[in-house]
T-cell receptor
Framework: DQQVKQNSPSLSVQEGRISILNCDYT??????FLWYKKYPAEGPTFLIS?????DKNEDGRFTVFLNKSAKHLSLHIVPSQPGDSAVYFC???????????FGQGTILTVHP | NAGVMQNPRHLVRRRGQEARLRCSPM?????VYWYRQLPEEGLKFMVY????????ESGMPKERFSAEFPKEGPSILRIQQVVRGDSAAYFC??????????????FGQGTRLTVV
């Protein structure tokens, strides 16, 4: 039962262009969403988050959009840089505050 | 200010042996979480602990797995009688009181367990 899905296993983007990573969820009890970035052999690093009462949150080059009616969120990276190449996970939190449900991840490759 | 420290980074165990994974949270953090990442998958929640208390263990397998976070010392994830399917990366995260898993939670670098 995959409650958080990232349907694109990989994404390849040219440096300077926009990267758009997508995430869908099925559980309407999720009220807080986060994006993590992960390099090989390292732990996930927090990037940006959004509460369900908002539809957009921006932090520098990173913007997260939330469409509650569609149960869809996306992460926009503008402009993309080669150092952004990593695996990106979306995660959702529901009523159990200690528990995040993660998607499978999307491998982003930014070409110089 | 050191981050979340996990050790060992790599652990090899033969089938049937015990594996002990340790996690020292960030200074001032009293909440610890354990997640497991199987190959080609996302992270899966296992357990959420506060000092001397298990808050949510809904993700823990019913047998062979246990976790503790004593008053003194690191949190320990213990796997008894390991099997090949236990091979995975195990990540620990910690957060300050009243913050749970939100922007103030930080992950360690993980322990990669290989069962041979």
């Amino acid at each position: 039962d995959q409650q958080v899905k990232q349907n694109s296993p990989s994404l390849s983007v040219q440096e300077g262009r926009i990267s758009i990573l997508n995430c869908d969820y099925t559980n309407s009890m999720f009220d807080y969403f986060l994006w993590y970035k992960k390099y090989p052999a390292e732990g996930p690093t927090f990037l940006i988050s959004i509460s369900s009462i908002k539809d957009k949150n921006e932090d520098g080059r990173f913007t997260v959009f939330l469409n509650k009616s569609a149960k869809h969120l996306s992460l926009h990276i503008v402009p993309s840089q080669p150092g952004d190449s990593a695996v990106y996970f979306c995660a959702a939190r529901g009523t159990s505050y200690g528990k995040l449900t993660f998607g499978q991840g999307t491998i982003l490759t930014v070409h110089p | 200010n050191a981050g979340v420290m996990q050790n060992p980074r790599h652990l090899v165990r033969r089938r049937g042996q015990e594996a002990r994974l340790r996690c020292s949270p960030m200074k001032g953090h009293s909440h610890v979480y354990w997640y497991r990442q199987l190959p080609e998958e996302g992270l899966k929640f296992m357990v959420y602990l506060q000092k001397e208390n298990i808050i949510d263990e809904s993700g823990m397998p019913k047998e062979r797995f246990s976790a503790e976070f004593p008053k003194e010392g690191p949190s320990i994830l213990r796997i008894q009688q390991v099997v090949r399917g236990d091979s995975a990366a195990y990540f620990c995260a910690s957060s300050p009181p009243r913050s749970a898993m939100n922007t103030e939670a930080f992950f360690g670098q993980g322990t990669r367990l290989t069962v041979v």
